[in-house]
């Protein structure tokens, strides 16, 4: 039996994101410490069979048993109240893991034409082995419930999306999929569950881009599936221990640590966003600002209610001039970083058309709402005021 850590009952999220994984090795050490072993050692051959053949609980083999990564998937299903989690490489990993371990040839998929342009692509890859994927609107649940078909066994959304911040209604979503026999699952990316948990709005499953906010500083690729202990032990565990999508301890020890700050980031990551809305809106060379924590956004009712009454640290907006009219405001930026990714401290800047949605055909691109005008900017723990003179440089230009 793998141990717990003593905690009494019903403590806050906040001490769990603190404290939650596995007690200390035999040395007490205080902060969480990082296993790079690749096998574990069995006192003798009889033991050593028992753990292979899964009748004993113990730490094996690290492509799918390692306790620093063990401490961040505790950790983390204790944040997303799902009970189970499992760790992978990467947060496309997860989204890989997610189909083998569920789906098989002929069944049918019902997924937001809006998610992550490689989760587009990865199940559009799943075609060859027979498993289709309807593309729906983010935000007409009508849509999702006209997609389903006897054969679909996953809902997939992604919420608020990137980089339009639509928001979908996880509780409808997950009515649709039950009724349906099917599972929900949501990436949760955007939020965290500092600010989202889509276990407690029905979703059976909720992917993660450890890369993102729950590192928080840029650091490593990590992704984690979360979802209820026994679904992820019989669907999951399994097809990491023949697949190896394996998180490595060492990215697993960094996120861990992450999520001890997650809570405070998040916060002030999407206090610094709402000003930098608001500040753009009111910016005469800004055509519209995508933001779900402004009282413009079609969904900010529904955001508020999903969100912890937050808006989320990434703020998107239209420029004129279509692709020069960005280009030129991100290139006349002096502190935010250009590139694509997002749940840094530091603020990063990109042009979703060429950048993370570049490998789409311009059609598709139009069908997710992605123009050459806009730009994505997820917000980190810089001087709101500095990013602000950033931006205003490209735009009184
Ligand atoms: C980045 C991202 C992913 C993919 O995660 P990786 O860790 O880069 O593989 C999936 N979904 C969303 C919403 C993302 O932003």
Redesign the pocket.
Known sequence: MIPKVDLPEGVGLQTLAVREGLPPSAWGENSEALFLTSSFVHPDAATAARRFANEEEAFVYSRFSNPTVTMMERRLAALEGTGGCIGTA????A?LMLVLGLLKGGDHVVCSQS??G??IKLFQDFAKFGIETSFVSQTDAAQWQAAMRPSTRLLFA?TPS?PLTEVCDIAALAEIAHAGGALLAV?N??CSPALQRPAALGADLV?H????YLDGQGRV???AVCGPEALIDTKFVPVMRSAGMSLSPFNAWVVLKGLETLGIRMQAQSARALRLAQWLEAQPAVERVYYPGLPSHPQHALAMRQQSGSGGAVVSFTVRGGRAGAFGVIDATRICSITAN?GDTKTTITHPASTSHGRLSETQRLAAGITQGMIRVAVGLDDVEDIQADLLRGLAA
Do not use: H, Q, R
């Open positions: 990467s947060g496309m990993a989204i998610v992550f490689s989760t992604e990137n990436d990316c955007f992917i881009s450890g890369t993102k690729v990590a992704g997002l």
